[in-house]
């Protein structure tokens, strides 16, 4: 890959002038490619957001009520639901009417069967 030994993991997005390459999954570090072309090219600003403890270990002290999340809630979990919405939109044929309040899709019901786990007797959320 352009004189880059490839990682396991990786993505490579491919540009006109040159490429991106980041070998890990929260694509934190990157190479740009060709190497030998970019040499002049610094790294980016400096970090001014403080590091975390990690994205599972902010979740759970959160939900325990201690702290914050980098990303909160608030916008998190209207974030998941418009993502759950684009993903059953996918596999329906016409509009999607949704109710925000109850969290259902309203003229569909295979795509509100869709936005549901059914649970085993027993089990419930």
Request: with cysteine.
């Amino acid at each position: 890959m352009l004189g880059h030994p490839r990682g396991a993991w990786g993505d490579l997005l491919v540009g006109s002038k040159g490429s991106i390459y980041s070998d890990n999954p929260w694509n934190t570090t990157f190479v740009l490619l060709p190497k030998d072309k970019f040499l002049s090219i610094k790294a980016g600003p400096p970090q001014t957001i403080p590091p975390g403890s990690g994205h599972h270990h902010e979740w759970v002290e959160a939900c325990k009520g201690n702290g914050k999340t980098f990303s909160p809630f608030d916008i998190g979990g209207p974030l998941t639901e418009l993502m759950q919405l684009i993903n059953a939109s996918t596999l329906i044929e016409g509009p999607i009417e949704y109710d925000t309040h109850s969290g259902k899709i309203l003229n569909s019901s295979k795509a509100n069967d869709l936005m549901h786990r059914h649970y085993r007797s027993g089990w419930a959320l």
